[in-house]
């Protein structure tokens, strides 16, 4: 059984490495531009648009169906919306689990960059980190910032994804940081662990469970429950990088 956990977490310890992007993708029906990047514990949308219109991005194949997911930027300070079907104004959800980092005009171009973790809350559209298609339909309401009717300008697209391999992870890699052992039962060390600030654990739905400041050279995983778990690195000059870890 060992064995096949340890394979098992060398296998995954690989993907764990990845980063996946769709790449600035134009929507020419809206003249909006979207870009989906993911990590093992975060996807960041970027939109782009006229910066005096609604801007929407909702995810799945189902339009506006009641029950879908998106991200509207608009007047208001809400960005995630649940959809009520054709014709329903979209409503707010209660948790926002968007944090937008950016929202800025040149021109008449409006850029949004936000943040939120791949599962996100309740409701929300699950996005994983992988090179799968995204699904994804999309609006704009020309020339009004108020949630409403987004007139004739919307339309459906596939974004098709691949892997990048994000500077900050070549950084910890010329680093030589490693955890060992790996699978680990109570602790968890970290070689040139005096190069880290902290560290945050996740599930492998993207929901953090702990955040951990490294004192020595180890951390305490004792309570931790059995699986897959993501370490996501913070390093003393800011860059971040991520490791697998199975938990017996």
Do not use: C
């Amino acid at each position: 059984m060992k064995k096949i956990l340890l394979s098992l977490g060398v296998l995954l310890a690989n993907f764990a490495w990845a980063q996946f992007t769709t790449g600035t993708v134009s929507l020419p029906t809206t003249s909006m531009t979207v870009k989906i990047d993911t990590t093992p514990t975060t996807v960041t949308l970027t939109l782009t648009g006229d910066s005096n219109s609604m801007l929407g991005i909702g995810f799945g194949t189902s339009g506006m169906a009641s029950g879908a997911d998106g991200f509207i930027y608009n007047s208001a300070s809400s960005r995630d919306y649940t959809f009520g079907g054709i014709g329903v104004t979209p409503t707010a959800d209660a948790s926002q689990d968007w944090t937008v980092g950016t929202n800025s005009v040149s021109g008449t171009t409006r850029t949004i960059v936000a943040t939120r973790t791949l599962a996100g809350g309740a409701g929300d559209f699950a996005i994983s980190n992988a090179n799968t298609n995204i699904d994804i339909f999309y609006s704009r309401r020309d020339g009004n910032t108020t949630l409403g009717y987004h007139n004739a300008l919307r339309d459906y697209a596939t974004l098709t994804r691949s892997a990048t391999l994000a500077t900050s992870d070549l950084a910890l890699e010329n680093k030589k940081i490693s955890i060992y052992p790996n699978p680990a039962k109570e602790t968890v060390n970290f070689k040139n662990a005096d190069n880290i600030k902290s560290v945050d654990i996740y599930e492998s739905t993207g929901r953090k469970v702990k955040s951990v400041k490294i004192e020595g050279e180890n951390i305490n995983v004792s309570d931790l429950r059995s699986g897959s778990y993501y370490l996501e690195i913070t390093q003393k000059d800011g860059t971040l990088s991520y490791e697998k870890l199975i938990k017996e």
